[in-house]
């Protein structure tokens, strides 16, 4: 069973809805198709694009669905003036390849942030995490130091979740061990943590140890009535992103 474990760990970690190439997106005249070119595949992403923007918001979505389930509510990223850039993974929607590694997952998101971000320098960024992508927002705001990092639903590390699903499952068997808790400690600037208490996928206190691991550089909303994958439909969500956006720019 471990010996399984792990050599099927992707398909338990990602759950990738590919879709068909021709695929429509109908989003608006101001959110553009790219794609970033990595070794041994290219990845589809969606870049919401404003005339004098105040920002990007760089989101890295959870381990379901694709763009076609996660670029929403585009109207909120226009009303706060930010762009919103989002790259599906190896597997994912019109992306190619398939996720091997940790190593290669966070060499794709770095991949990303290095074709999108340099046209914002000067400008406010934020690393933005859902979910699985938690642990990869974390990591890279380690290495780029943007103005805010947001980490919604997050979890301690996979292994502290591994540990509260599978306790015999020995530690060195995971592959995408996803630290997060060891990497806040280190982060330079406001980290935004938001959960909800009824997640029974990744309980809510494992954003209470990250937001204490990381001191007063973290703040945590707690939704009561939410759970894992709802939590942006709820108004507190949504207005507490607003703020936190609008206190990185200057007015416009």
């Known amino acids: 069973v471990v010996g399984a474990l792990w050599w099927s760990q992707e398909k338990l970690l990602f759950r990738p809805a590919p879709l068909a190439a021709d695929h429509a997106f109908a989003l608006g005249a101001d959110v553009h198709e790219t794609w970033v070119d990595v070794p041994g595949a290219r990845l ?16 890295l979505h959870g381990n379901g669905g694709n763009l076609a389930s996660w670029f929403v509510n585009t109207d909120f990223y226009r009303r706060a003036g930010f762009d919103l850039f989002m790259v599906d ?9 398939q996720i091997e590694s940790e190593a290669q997952l966070m060499a794709d998101v770095r991949a990303a942030w290095l074709q999108v971000s340099p046209p914002y320098a000067g400008r406010p960024v934020v690393v ?7 642990g990869l927002a974390a990591q890279l705001a380690l290495e780029v130091k943007p103005a805010l990092t947001v980490l919604v639903s997050p979890y301690r590390s996979m292994e502290a979740l591994a540990r509260e699903r599978f306790p015999w499952v020995p530690s060195a068997v995971l592959r995408y061990p996803l630290r997060t808790e060891q990497i806040v400690v280190h982060l330079s600037g406001p980290i935004w ?8 996928l990744i309980p809510a206190d494992h954003s209470r140890v990250l937001r204490d691991q990381a001191g007063p550089r973290a703040t945590l909303l707690l939704l009561p009535e939410a759970g894992h994958g709802d939590v942006h439909r709820f108004p507190a969500y949504l207005e507490g992103l607003h703020t936190e956006l609008a206190r990185l720019a200057p007015p416009s």
């Open 89 to 97: 993974y190896r597997g994912y929607g019109q992306s190619g390849g």
């Open 128 to 134: 933005y995490g859902r979910s699985l992508g938690t």
């Open 193 to 200: 943590l938001v959960h909800g208490e009824r997640d029974s």
């Open 44 to 59: 589809h992403a969606l870049h919401l694009k404003q005339p004098g923007a105040k920002g990007l918001v760089f989101f």
